[in-house]
């Protein structure tokens, strides 16, 4: 509803990502290959890697898992990159696909990795023990770099999402993810990048962070994200939404069509879920009150604001209850937390030298923010007629906590 254009699939991501992984693994055996040893076998894999790595995913996709389910199941720790295996092992058993197993073994390994972020000694070796796989832990390193990047962030997954997203939201996209596929190559088992790249690489997270700020967190965006959860919530008990995740047979069926299920159903039961998806229809959303930056010297120490927060700091004449708030804690960064991405990425002078290094924070110091993460905290009421004693409440606590009234916008 805030970019009525942005309509992609996951499928269409999936794609992209197949697309993009297939001409990442082939550059480099075309480049390296016999040095590295990268077989057929290794592109097959990563390719359906790419191509598998989001099936796990639930409606609505991260909102689902970590807003819904974690509300229905009781803290639930759920995590879409788990599901995806069992999905894997579900789709090739359903319908009977011959697959080498081998090549299975190592897809999975791959989706595992996406899981944990962790550099591979530690991740293959827990699959391989899991799997009675023997393949050495440090073997082709690399590889598992190419699709989800855990050791800096710099992936094909993330290439194609910001592609694709800042297109379709009309933001214009001055990142150019061709030059860092076309001059990478690996160095002591890992990919890294001619040096005068290094703009290339700051123009992938910030805008990657601009695209969290003005699309992913948009407060209507958000608005009208708790309103879906609050119609899935409402639903549950009535559809079972939540059990869907239990069995791989039964969760393929479910989609973002739940909302239509909801939508033209004429259960009793679901009139809450109902008027709440109506509402959105209407563009009828929840109110956004108000929201402010949390300083940055109190960011180390900063704890989630909560609803009985903002109800706690009420006028007196004031009547909130917990139910009437909302609040979500935005946080943005460069995908390195509080730190420079930078840091993490190694880069080589020219073609014919082979050693890696870090780049120098005197290079790049016109680039860098004072702070690497915002935590923007935002409040919301269910009630539109409530939006002014919401918004008093937020401010009386920023007072209370900070000191200061640091609200980026007026109620």
């Known amino acids: 509803m805030v970019y009525p254009g942005a309509v992609h699939s996951r499928f269409e991501h999936s794609l992209g990502v197949y697309w993009l992984a297939s001409d990442a693994v082939n550059r480099l055996r075309t480049c390296q290959g016999r040095e590295l040893g990268i077989e057929s076998f290794d592109v097959q894999t990563v390719k359906l890697a790419g191509l598998l790595h989001d099936v796990g995913q639930g409606p609505f996709n991260h909102m689902f898992e970590r807003e819904f389910l974690p509300r229905v199941r009781d803290g639930l720790k759920w995590s879409h990159e788990d599901m995806s295996l069992k999905m894997i092992d579900y789709i090739v058993d359903e319908h009977g696909i011959d697959i080498d197993s081998d090549c299975l073994k190592k897809v999975k390994i791959f989706i595992f990795s996406l899981l944990w972020n962790f550099i591979l000694d530690s991740r293959e070796m827990i699959v391989a023990s899991e799997e009675g796989n023997s393949v050495s832990s440090k073997e082709k390193q690399f590889l598992y770099d190419i699709v989800a990047n855990g050791r800096n962030g710099i992936d094909v997954d993330k290439f194609d999402y910001i592609e694709r997203d800042t297109r379709a939201c009309g933001l214009g996209c001055n990142f150019q993810f061709q030059r860092l596929l076309e001059t990478m190559r690996v160095i002591d088992n890992e990919i890294c990048y001619r040096v005068k790249e290094y703009l290339t690489i700051h123009k992938l997270f910030s805008t990657r962070a ?38 791989p ?8 069509t739940i909302v239509k299920r909801i939508e033209t159903s004429t259960d009793r039961e679901l009139e809450e879920s109902r008027n709440l998806i109506r509402r959105i229809r209407r563009r009828d959303i929840y109110q956004f009150c108000n929201e402010f930056a949390v300083p940055k010297e109190k960011l180390e120490h900063f704890k989630n604001v909560t609803a009985q927060d903002i109800t706690c700091s009420q006028n007196s004449d004031a009547h909130l209850n917990e139910e009437d708030v909302i609040v979500t804690n935005v946080k943005i960064d460069l995908a390195s937390g509080r730190n420079n991405p930078l840091e993490r990425i190694s880069f080589f002078q020219d073609y014919d030298s082979f050693e890696k290094f870090p780049i120098k924070d005197d290079r790049i110091s016109h680039l860098l923010p004072a702070c690497y993460q915002d935590m923007i905290v935002r409040v919301y009421t269910r009630k539109s007629e409530l939006v002014e004693a919401v918004s008093e409440a937020f401010e009386n606590f920023q007072m209370k906590t900070y000191g200061k009234n640091t609200s980026t916008c007026n109620s």
């Open 249 to 256: 047979a039964q969760y393929w069926m479910l989609d973002d």
């Open 210 to 247: 601009d695209l969290h700020r003005t699309v992913y967190m948009h407060p209507k965006v958000k608005a009208i994200e708790l309103m879906v959860v609050d119609a899935l919530i409402k639903a549950n008990d009535h559809l079972q939404i939540a059990s869907y995740i239990d069995e």
